[in-house]
């Protein structure tokens, strides 16, 4: 059985935000950092934190608007949310954002129940601040869904030491597939990367909970490769390890 607690954790610039704690039912393992989409984490970002440590993972998901709107939770089975979402996403400090999920990493690696290395995982807007995680702070791996605007972030891809993946949908109405493309040509010699663009996936297909997104098919066939990306990089665990 999982174990749920909130840590409050240290800002480099100030002030402390909450972040979701998930242990695997044997209390301790590698670490992941999970990354939320513009709703906050929400009961489908708190479902992949679960699923994460039934693989046996400790899992951190940050409040990651904590400074525009604290504890955001909002139901992304209602489309008429998206339009509040991208404002709240909008008003987003970048940088300072970042240096705080510096401090998420760091406070999974200071956690006696991680025992081992720590990877990334982030959906649409977290999967495009997944990308920004691994070119800046050491993890040991990252896997990026659907990430928008990473296409325009390439100059930073020398920086991208860590194994990667990136799943895409090739009928993501907010990602064009020559963005895919071309971050795809920008990865080609890097043994390191994988980019994985899904026959008829369209955004955010992993999104169980909106029936307006989810694709249960691709989900699952992404989500077999994600699980075994994480084993061969963090190790396997498992449910009881």
């Not at 290395?117 to 807007?125: D, K, L, M, N, P």
């Not at 493309?181 to 992993?206: C, L, S």
Request: charge should be negative; glycine fraction near 10%; hydrophobic fraction near 45%.
């Amino acid at each position: 059985m999982t174990t749920v607690r909130t840590d409050a954790i240290a800002s480099p610039g100030g002030g402390t935000f909450d972040a979701r704690i998930v242990l695997p039912a044997a209390g301790h393992g590698p670490g992941v950092l999970l990354l939320q989409e513009i709703f906050g984490v929400n009961a489908y970002i708190r479902d992949v934190a679960d699923r994460l440590a039934g693989l046996g993972y400790v899992v951190c998901a940050p409040d990651v608007f904590w400074r525009v709107q604290p504890n955001l939770d909002i139901d992304s089975s209602r489309p008429e949310a998206i339009p509040e979402a991208i404002e709240i996403a909008g008003r987003w400090d970048a940088e300072a954002g970042l240096a705080d999920l510096g401090a998420c990493v760091d406070h999974l690696r200071s956690m006696p129940e991680v025992q081992g290395e720590i990877g990334v995982i982030g959906f649409c807007f977290g999967g495009t601040v997944t990308y920004r995680v691994a070119t800046s702070f050491d993890v040991a791996c990252a896997v990026s869904y659907y990430g928008s605007g990473i296409a325009t972030m390439l100059d930073a891809v020398g920086s991208l030491h860590c194994p990667t993946i990136f799943h895409f949908g090739d009928a993501d109405p907010y990602i064009p597939n020559d963005e895919v493309e071309a971050i795809r040509a920008a990865t080609a010699a890097m043994h390191n990367v994988a980019v994985y663009h899904h026959a008829g996936g369209k955004h955010a297909f992993d999104n169980h909970h909106a029936p307006h997104f989810s694709q249960p098919e691709i989900a699952a066939e992404a989500w077999q490769t994600t699980a075994a990306f994480l084993f061969a990089h963090l190790g396997s665990p498992g449910t009881g390890a």
